[in-house]
């Protein structure tokens, strides 16, 4: 029974081995390696990363309103910021958006963002899985290029494979349950076989306080012809751990952090 098992993942491996990729080849990623994408919590950090570095690519946490709006800069709603009985918790999704800018005024919603900013390359992770989510997006991005300017990135396979219907030209990155096959296919000695739907390979360093990632994976991917994007890196030492893997993008907090990390 075991070398029937072995033989089987034998197979397995050198079938997965066995496929062929085509090159990758896609506007986003046609300027100079790495891209370094900023974490931008507000309109201010955008403009300020783009006239620090023009070529800087912008990484949004996208979320949704109760009133099915789309929007950026959220943050986190405490209960002293309103009345007991106006609280719902401090997602987003529990509030109109008109209520939401009385307490935080900074936030935006993400067509307003993308449209102030046309020729800038943007991450947008959807961070909501809710119904509808993949109609309220794509109808908020409409006719903004998105093809060649987008990398569409969630935590869940149903809300890329939603979207990615509709809009089958956006570069797409990876899920949680990606990541998670990714190790769990290395495990078995079977990692070229681990299936991956993806464009675009985006990975923190760390998931659930382990890595999510091993360089064996990051040279399968390379075999596969797949963009990586690793990040956020929360220090030098992971900056330069995603430098020396050759990550066709690296995500930072701050401008000031890659530029402190990358000082001579």
């Known amino acids: 029974m075991v070398f029937i098992l072995f033989i089987a993942l034998l197979i397995t491996r050198f079938w997965g081995a066995g496929q062929q990729y085509a090159d990758f080849q896609h506007p986003f990623f046609n300027n100079a390696s790495p891209v370094i994408f900023i974490k ?22 996208v979320e949704t309103t109760h009133d099915k709006k789309v929007i950026v800069f959220s943050k986190e709603f405490l209960q002293s910021e309103m009345s007991l009985e106006s609280y719902r918790g401090p997602r987003s999704m529990a509030y109109d958006l008109q209520k939401l800018q009385l307490i935080h005024p900074e936030m935006k919603e993400l067509r307003e963002v993308l449209t102030k900013f046309p020729k800038q390359r943007f991450l947008l992770n959807l961070m909501d899985n809710v119904d509808h989510v993949h109609l309220w997006l794509t109808e908020a991005t409409k006719g903004l290029k998105g ?3 987008f990398i569409l990135q969630s935590d869940y396979n149903v809300v890329l494979s939603s979207i990615k219907e509709i809009e089958p030209f956006w570069l797409y990155g990876s899920s949680q349950a990606d990541l998670m096959r990714f190790m769990a296919f290395e495990s078995m000695w079977i990692l070229p076989a681990a299936p991956f739907n993806g464009d675009v390979f985006v990975s923190p360093f760390k998931l659930l306080k ?20 690793l990040g956020p890196a929360v220090d030098k030492a992971e900056f330069d751990d995603a ?8 995500v930072v907090d701050k401008l000031s952090d890659f530029s402190a990390w990358t000082r001579p």
């Open 40 to 61: 931008a919590k507000s309109e201010a950090d955008i403009t300020e990363a783009i006239a620090a570095k023009a070529d800087v690519a912008i990484w949004l946490n």
């Open 147 to 149: 093809e060649k300017r």
């Open 210 to 229: 382990r890595p999510a990632f091993s360089d064996d994976i990051i040279t399968d991917l390379r075999r596969r012809k797949k963009k990586i994007v």
């Open 243 to 250: 430098s020396r893997l050759k990550a066709d993008g690296i």
